[in-house]
């Protein structure tokens, strides 16, 4: 099913098919109870997750869940206090002021707080005579004053203490998010470091300090540089205008405008701190391997210590009904779509439990009436739906594609005709309760993931929900007839939407600045506050690590001459079940093509649409991935229909009829799919460019059929590859309980002899790299650069230094580079570098490195990634804090579930034939610093690189880069090996 925009998790639950549906509703109610300490707390009786929510006397909400997957709690922080809630002089303040929070406070980040105080009063008071200022010269004079006090300020305090010490910890995920109503900070953590991290956080929360403020600011204003060169979030401001025409929703971004950026003020920035970041508009979450009683008594001698402050939550306005649809246009470069949007009630209300449905029943991925009339029939290049619900407002929204030759308008009338059809109640009977199974089925998926419940407790704290209503929802959603449905639709679904047109073309209102020429500034990294020096010395429970034994946890049968891989489901009644062919499009480039058209037929008794409806019925998703070297024909699901499943699956797999109608339309898919790739700047980059540095002209992404040699393909050969697959040699593995149910289904249904060996693979040549630039245009504000090099053949015995590599120099917030690249001098807002190992014996590791930044930034981001990959700056604080924490992370991970067949067979391919994972552990425990010097010497420092750029050709400096090797500018046609035929219509 698809992915929902919310997510109810369950432990154990009952789940029927459509076909016997009367399922016992569970009675819900709220039970008050007191703990083994005398802590007060709520939890709902039938509840799956088993949830405790604590309320602290300061006020602090506290929501414990258990989860023993893994020795790891997921954790969030969140606040109630989002974007809606910045003054609108102040715009973006809430989501700058999140990243202040990664700074420190009084008693770490500093040398010397009372001497750094002085210095950050002055930084605050010259911004406020910055924001008053209105001439730009001495607007300017007042900013290189800033500058120079901020300089002077860097060498007391001490660069990213926060991310060193919650790094040590093992911690995962480390990050943070602002959206309309809340602010929320992440970590997940091994559950040993449970009471460290709690004092760090406290400590963290307990005062506010503005410091390496300007750089931070700069950071931001690339962030918003990138949401400048993203059409969704043209398209998405545009429809909150159109809905929210009078709500912050609509007329505030959370990044904020580019002139509030630039005139900040510190003094509100604290002001918004105090007024909200109080316990009683915050929660602290934790999900995963805890106890009850021993974990709310650690939060409450942590954050138990915070003071109550009354809180007043801004009264937001009161929209008007939408009279009549109002519709705007924005343009970009990136492929056109069309949004639809019908405004609702808020979270909680009776709209937004029949709009879930609504939205299920018209796109579930597999039978809703957009999948069926329109993704299935390819009426359209895609569409579907989702709902969003907020504290004062929700809002069911579409979205459409459209094929070649078809315009948006088209689009939108054929999306509003499936909601016509929900309206006059042209949708079968089962379908609403084969809607309502398949949200219970993704409750049981979605409980096996701690941080899946985490996150729907952050919308329960955040929209003021009461978890009893949040997990009762499906069941009352049964209550809702046919009849009850319709007539909803024709009240809600009238001529009272927005659309937005996102059409491709140059963009308005882009806002370009110049470079503020920022002095870097000092990261102190060879010191450390007595709060640090103080938390490391805390000891924290002893947690070994756990390596899995493959031959003992993965059982290996044979069933019908071919073998069967089976790892227990010990949690539900859901099972994956994979036929497995070791070979892939590198064996036959038509193989993929040919696959992905078996989902737009049907077989001589079915058509496509039943195959499809006939698998929702069942519970059960079918698919198939294809890459280079593998295929895998998979259904996931219910157990209990494991054998129905597949027989159906070999019923379509034996029995497809070629569709000349269909095929034609698949042919105008792929010719438009590929124009869309074509003005995607992420694809050009990222798998374009990144392929062609590595591969040069000859390689599989360049290795494709013309537009014209698929059009003239006879389908029927596509259809008779497809049934030939089944003929050559394969292999099963199935994950769920009961493997004599999975062998008797395979025996029924899956019928072979004669099993063939796999066609000649295609071999494409990894080239060496160095002195290329290869560049591609394209209309965008930021640039982008990746330096790739190709390096040593793969040898398991540096996994471990590679490890600690990646986490030292180039992953994470307090890695070399992101220090560098933008703590100290600001140069970019994503910056990031890693050695990169080999997926297969044989083939050469590669490092890489990215910078994404302002056009007129680009050489000083260069020089400085360069410098650092030949010149690894050595830190002994940052190497220990690296190696802790590949070490934690490494005793919390636990290899469970299906990726233990996985992880066995991705080990394999690397011809590794034990789990190598102590080794690697025992490794890490004896590096010093001086063997990762070493380790980058040996295979980083030196290497030869090609650069892969996309920007703006208009604003690049080609000359500076010329500096890095020679330079080839790649059209986007030549660069995919696309030809550039007139537009392809109907």
């Given at each position: 099913m698809k992915k929902l925009f919310f997510t109810f998790l369950a432990v154990s639950i009952g789940f029927v098919s459509c076909k016997n549906s009367s399922t016992s509703k569970e009675a819900y109610t709220v039970e008050n109870s007191t703990d083994a300490n005398g802590y007060a707390y709520e939890s709902v009786s039938n509840d799956p997750t088993g949830t405790r929510k604590y309320t602290l006397e300061n006020g602090l909400t506290v929501y414990l869940s258990q989860n023993r997957t893994e020795p790891k709690i997921q954790t969030f922080i969140p606040v109630r206090a989002g974007s809606v809630y910045d003054p609108a002089d102040n715009t973006g303040l809430a989501h700058y002021l999140e990243h202040m929070l990664f700074k420190g406070s009084d008693e770490f980040g500093t040398q010397d707080w009372e001497a750094e105080k002085v210095l950050l009063d002055s930084i605050s008071n010259l911004y406020e005579q910055h924001k008053s200022e209105t001439d730009i010269d001495k607007k300017k004079e007042i900013y290189q004053l800033i500058d120079k006090v901020s300089n002077d300020a860097s060498k007391i305090s001490i660069a990213n203490?926060?991310?060193?010490?919650?790094?040590?910890?093992?911690?995962?995920?480390?990050?943070?998010?602002?959206?309309?109503?809340?602010?929320?900070?992440?970590?997940?953590?091994?559950?040993?470091?449970?009471?460290?991290?709690?004092?760090?956080?406290?400590?963290?929360?307990?005062?506010?300090?503005?410091?390496?403020?300007?750089?931070?600011?700069?950071?931001?204003?690339?962030?918003?540089?990138?949401?400048?060169?993203?059409?969704?979030?043209?398209?998405?401001?545009?429809?909150?205008?159109?809905?929210?025409?009078?709500?912050?929703?609509?007329?505030?971004?959370?990044?904020?405008t580019s002139e509030h950026l630039k005139n900040p003020s510190m003094v509100a920035i604290h002001n918004y701190f105090e007024k909200y970041y109080v316990p009683n508009n915050m929660a602290v979450i934790l999900v995963g391997d805890l106890d009850f009683e021993e974990t709310i008594k650690m939060v409450d001698a942590t954050f138990g210590k915070f003071e109550y402050e009354e809180v007043e939550h801004p009264t937001r306005p009161t929209e008007e009904p939408l009279a009549n649809a109002v519709e705007a246009e924005v343009f970009g470069p990136e492929n056109e779509r069309v949004n639809i949007a019908f405004r609702a009630d808020a979270i909680g209300s009776e709209d937004e439990m029949k709009v879930v449905l609504i939205d299920m029943l018209l796109n579930n991925s597999a039978a809703g009436l957009i999948d069926l009339n329109l993704n299935k029939q390819q009426l359209v290049q895609n569409a579907g739906s989702y709902t969003q619900f907020l504290n004062d407002y929700g809002a069911h929204y579409f979205y459409g594609n459209p094929k070649s030759g078809q315009t948006l308008e088209e689009v939108k009338d054929l999306i509003l005709e499936q909601i016509e059809?929900?309206?006059?109640?042209?949708?079968?009977?089962?379908?609403?309760?084969?809607?309502?199974?398949?949200?219970?089925?993704?409750?049981?998926?979605?409980?096996?993931?701690?941080?899946?419940?985490?996150?729907?407790?952050?919308?329960?704290?955040?929209?003021?929900?009461?978890?009893?209503?949040?997990?009762?929802?499906?069941?009352?959603?049964?209550?809702?007839?046919?009849?009850?449905?319709?007539?909803?639709?024709?009240?809600?679904?009238?001529d009272n939407y927005a659309v937005v047109y996102k059409r491709q073309g140059e963009p308005s209102n882009v806002v370009k600045v110049e470079n503020?020429?920022?002095?870097?500034?000092?990261?102190?990294?060879?010191?450390?506050?007595?709060?640090?020096?103080?938390?490391?010395?805390?000891?924290?429970?002893?947690?070994?690590?756990?390596?899995?034994?493959?031959?003992?946890?993965?059982?290996?049968?044979?069933?019908?001459?071919?073998?069967?891989?089976?790892?227990?489901?010990?949690?539900?009644?859901?099972?994956?079940?994979?036929?497995?062919?070791?070979?892939?499009?590198?064996?036959?480039?038509?193989?993929?093509?040919?696959?992905?058209?078996?989902?737009?037929?049907?077989?001589?008794?079915?058509?496509?649409?039943?195959?499809?409806?006939?698998?929702?019925?069942?519970?059960?998703?079918?698919?198939?991935?294809?890459?280079?070297?593998?295929?895998?024909?998979?259904?996931?699901?219910?157990?209990?229909?494991?054998?129905?499943?597949?027989?159906?699956?070999?019923?379509?797999?034996?029995?497809?009829?070629?569709?000349?109608?269909?095929?034609?339309?698949?042919?105008?898919?792929?010719?438009?799919?590929?124009?869309?790739?074509?003005?995607?700047?992420?694809?050009?980059?990222?798998?374009?460019?990144?392929?062609?540095?590595?591969?040069?002209?000859?390689?599989?992404?360049?290795?494709?059929?013309?537009?014209?040699?698929?059009?003239?393909?006879?389908?029927?050969?596509?259809?008779?590859?497809?049934?030939?697959?089944?003929?050559?040699?394969?292999?099963?593995?199935?994950?769920?309980?009961?493997?004599?149910?999975?062998?008797?289904?395979?025996?029924?249904?899956?019928?072979?002899?004669?099993?063939?060996?796999?066609?000649?693979?295609?071999?494409?040549?990894?080239?060496?790299?160095?002195?290329?630039?290869?560049?591609?245009?394209y209309d965008m504000v930021q640039a982008e650069l990746v330096f790739l090099g190709k390096g040593d053949t793969f040898d398991p015995s540096k996994m471990a230094a590679t490890n600690v590599f990646n986490s030292y120099f180039g992953s994470g917030i307090?890695?070399?580079?992101?220090?560098?690249?933008?703590?100290?001098?600001?140069?970019?807002?994503?910056?990031?570098?890693?050695?990169?190992?080999?997926?297969?014996?044989?083939?050469?590791?590669?490092?890489?490195?990215?910078?994404?930044?302002?056009?007129?930034?680009?050489?000083?981001?260069?020089?400085?990634?360069?410098?650092?990959?030949?010149?690894?700056?050595?830190?002994?604080?940052?190497?220990?804090?690296?190696?802790?924490?590949?070490?934690?992370?490494?005793?919390?991970?636990?290899?469970?579930?299906?990726?233990?067949f996985w992880s066995y067979e991705r080990m394999k391919k690397r011809g590794i034939s034990e789990n190598n994972g102590e080794e690697i552990y025992n490794s890490v425990k004896d590096m010093e610093l001086a063997d990762l010097s070493s380790f980058f010497k040996e295979n980083i420092s030196g290497t030869e690189y090609n650069v892969m750029v996309v920007g703006n050709k208009n604003d690049l400096d080609i000359n500076a880069l010329e500096k890095l090797g020679k330079v080839k500018e790649l059209d986007v046609d030549y660069l995919f090996n696309y030809e550039t035929p007139p537009p392809i219509k109907d």
């Open positions: 203490e926060y991310d060193k010490m919650v790094g040590a910890l093992g911690a995962q995920g480390t990050n943070a998010w602002t959206w309309h109503e809340e602010t929320v900070y992440v970590n997940k953590i091994p559950s040993n470091a449970l009471e460290k991290w709690l004092h760090l956080e406290s400590e963290r929360f307990s005062q506010l300090v503005l410091r390496i403020f300007h750089t931070e600011l700069e950071a931001v204003y690339e962030e918003f540089n990138r949401g400048q060169d993203s059409d969704f979030r043209r398209a998405s401001y545009a429809m909150g205008d159109l809905l929210f025409p009078t709500h912050p929703y609509g007329q505030q971004t959370t990044i904020g059809e929900i309206k006059k109640g042209n949708f079968e009977d089962w379908l609403v309760d084969a809607v309502i199974n398949d949200l219970k089925l993704s409750q049981m998926r979605n409980y096996e993931d701690a941080s899946n419940l985490a996150y729907d407790l952050v919308n329960t704290f955040v929209h003021f929900q009461d978890w009893k209503d949040r997990i009762s929802m499906f069941d009352r959603m049964k209550d809702l007839t046919k009849e009850d449905i319709v007539a909803f639709a024709n009240e809600f679904y009238k503020p020429g920022i002095t870097p500034i000092e990261l102190n990294r060879d010191k450390k506050s007595e709060f640090m020096a103080s938390f490391e010395q805390m000891e924290t429970p002893n947690l070994e690590p756990v390596f899995v034994n493959y031959e003992e946890a993965i059982s290996t049968d044979e069933v019908s001459d071919i073998e069967l891989a089976f790892v227990e489901n010990p949690q539900n009644d859901l099972m994956e079940f994979n036929i497995i062919f070791d070979m892939g499009s590198d064996n036959d480039k038509l193989l993929p093509i040919a696959l992905d058209y078996l989902k737009y037929i049907g077989t001589n008794t079915m058509s496509a649409e039943d195959v499809s409806k006939e698998f929702y019925k069942l519970g059960v998703d079918y698919g198939v991935r294809v890459n280079n070297d593998r295929t895998i024909v998979y259904l996931n699901g219910l157990r209990e229909n494991l054998d129905k499943g597949l027989a159906l699956l070999e019923n379509l797999w034996d029995n497809a009829q070629a569709d000349k109608e269909a095929f034609d339309k698949y042919v105008l898919k792929i010719a438009k799919g590929r124009e869309d790739t074509k003005s995607n700047k992420g694809a050009i980059l990222w798998t374009g460019l990144f392929n062609y540095g590595m591969y040069g002209e000859e390689s599989s992404l360049r290795d494709i059929y013309t537009i014209a040699e698929l059009k003239a393909m006879n389908p029927d050969d596509l259809v008779n590859l497809v049934k030939e697959l089944k003929s050559y040699k394969h292999r099963f593995f199935y994950y769920g309980n009961n493997v004599n149910e999975a062998k008797d289904a395979i025996v029924a249904n899956h019928i072979v002899e004669g099993l063939k060996d796999y066609p000649p693979k295609k071999e494409y040549v990894k080239l060496e790299t160095g002195d290329n630039v290869f560049f591609t245009n307090s890695s070399i580079v992101f220090q560098e690249i933008r703590e100290s001098k600001s140069l970019a807002y994503s910056a990031f570098s890693a050695h990169m190992m080999a997926s297969k014996a044989g083939d050469p590791n590669y490092t890489y490195a990215y910078v994404g930044t302002q056009a007129n930034k680009l050489n000083e981001a260069v020089d400085a990634m360069l410098d650092l990959m030949n010149n690894m700056p050595e830190a002994e604080e940052n190497f220990n804090s690296a190696k802790e924490a590949t070490l934690n992370k490494m005793a919390a991970a636990r290899t469970t579930k299906q990726d233990i």
